[in-house]
Nanobody, 120 residues
Framework: VELVESGGGSVQAGGSLRLSCVASGYTINKICAGWFRQAPGKAREGVAR???????WYADSVKGRFGISRDNDKNILYLQMNDLKPEDTAMYYC???????????????WGQGTQVTVSS
């Protein structure tokens, strides 16, 4: 099982990025999956997740700016990030989760991360 993120980069504040998480050896389209981020010196935090039936959850800090989605045919999880702010700078990870609705019960698999840097 492998989760591979891509799409990170450096942007100016107000810009947009779309992160992708390609799953191999595992069907991500029918399970709970999510995006997390970790900034230097800070704990890893949840950003967004989608449950097995499509219910979504977002951290308050990204509501209205980020959108999580998945391409079921391609087995890819996306995170569309708009109106990026310097405080969004972090390593972003995708993860396959065990959830009830969008409440996390456990962590199954992690990707290696993709760096997002937002300059002011």
């Amino acid at each position: 099982v492998e989760l591979v993120e891509s799409g990170g980069g450096s942007v100016q504040a107000g810009g947009s990025l779309r992160l992708s998480c390609v799953a191999s050896g595992y069907t991500i389209n029918k399970i709970c999956a999510g995006w997390f981020r970790q900034a230097p010196g800070k704990a890893r935090e949840g950003v967004a997740r989608v449950g097995s039936v499509g219910k979504t959850w977002y951290a308050d800090s990204v509501k209205g700016r980020f959108g999580i989605s998945r391409d079921n045919d391609k087995n890819i999880l996306y995170l569309q990030m708009n109106d990026l702010k310097p405080e969004d700078t972090a390593m972003y990870y995708c993860a396959a989760l065990q959830c009830v609705q969008t409440t996390i019960l456990g962590y199954l698999f992690w990707g290696q991360g993709t760096q997002v840097t937002v300059s002011s």
